[in-house]
Each structure stands twice: as C-alpha cells, then as structure tokens.
C-alpha cells in the first residue's frame, strides 16, 4: 500500500553513500526531510536532478530540511555519482528496493523502469507532498513551493 499524504515517514534502515548504516530516525521526525527516490545514478534526467537538488541545496538547508536521495544503485555507484558532481546530500543504497516498496513507489515507462518520486514531510515526519512525474527538474519546484507554505 502506497503512503498518501498526512501519513507518516516509516522507519528504514540501508546503506549510505559511504557504506555506512543510515537510520532514518536520525532525521524522520526531528527535522522536515526531502526524500526523492531516482530511477538511476549517472542517467540524463537523474543528473539533471541530482545537480538541480545540489544547486539549490543551500536553499533547503535554510528552510531547515535535509534532501535524502534513494535509488537502487550500489553503494560504490553512489559514492562515483557524488563525487563526480560534487552533491552535498544523502544518498542512499536500496538495492533490494525495500524501501521504494515500503513508500509504493510506481514504476515509469510501461513498469520498465523505477519511479522518480518525491516525498516533502514535516519537522514530525508527516507527509506534506508526493509529488510523481518524470520531468525530473520540476521535483525541486515542488520542493520549494512546499517547504514555503
């Protein structure tokens, strides 16, 4: 079952762009989060996402929130796809596709490739926005306009 909004952020636990453990505890609840899950590290749209979070990341860390990045890349594809566009954000590794299953991320493109989703929650880790499209710049738009209200 798909989260909606007003639901709460689940708990997860996976690896982290540097091979670490990531709790999500360590932010769902404590501070308002960004999490957009991509279908692939170092593709055109996803770049181009990735480096449009990165541009304005200054902004969302002024609103008080942390961006969080989830695709189901290995952790050494993340720590290559960050390093060669200097992104100063979560990443983080669901290579089983736990957690897109746990939030019911959709697949794009007839179910051939995995959903870009994102979710805007709340200093309590409530839901604010889901926002799901393939124009993958427009995600931080969302994002913006959100932490705004």
Do not use: W
Request: charged share 25%.
């Amino acid at each position: 079952m798909a989260l909606i909004v007003g639901d709460k952020i689940p708990d997860f636990i996976c690896k982290d762009s540097n091979g670490n453990d990531f709790d999500s505890k360590m932010y769902i609840g404590k501070q308002a989060v960004v999490i957009y899950f991509y279908p692939k590290d170092d593709t055109p749209g996803c770049t181009a996402q990735a480096c449009s979070f990165r541009d304005n990341y200054q902004y969302f860390i002024n609103m008080g929130a942390e961006v969080i990045g989830i695709s189901s890349d290995t952790v050494n594809s993340h720590i290559d796809f960050k390093n060669k566009f200097k992104l100063p954000f979560i990443l983080l590794s669901d290579e089983n596709k736990k957690i897109r299953k746990m939030f019911g991320v959709a697949k794009d493109f007839f179910g051939l490739v995995d959903g870009r989703t994102t979710y805007v929650a709340d200093k309590n880790g409530i839901i604010q926005l889901i926002f799901d499209s393939s124009f993958a710049e427009l995600h931080i738009k969302k994002s913006m306009e959100i932490l705004n209200i």
